[in-house]
């Protein structure tokens, strides 16, 4: 598998968008022991402030 990034991407908005989104949250994955081999773990939350932002967003969404 090739680790390059196909050039008609880079100019791709959304693909741009993701890739910021992925590697800011990068830090945050802890892969479980016991699974290592699948890749498969969780997100550590980044603590009580995003969880108050996420639920501030769903109650403005719910309003309007």
């Known amino acids: 598998m ?3 990034i196909d050039p008609k991407l880079l100019n ?3 693909f741009r968008e993701l890739m910021i989104e992925g590697l800011a949250i990068q830090d945050r994955f802890a892969a ?6 699948t890749g498969k773990g969780f997100l550590k939350s980044a603590g009580v402030e995003e ?7 769903k ?3 719910k309003k309007n």
């Open 59 to 61: 109650k403005r969404t």
């Open 12 to 14: 791709d908005p959304l």
């Open 2 to 4: 090739s680790t390059k």
């Open 51 to 57: 969880l108050q932002k996420i639920k501030a967003a």
């Open 32 to 37: 479980e022991p016991i699974y290592a081999k």
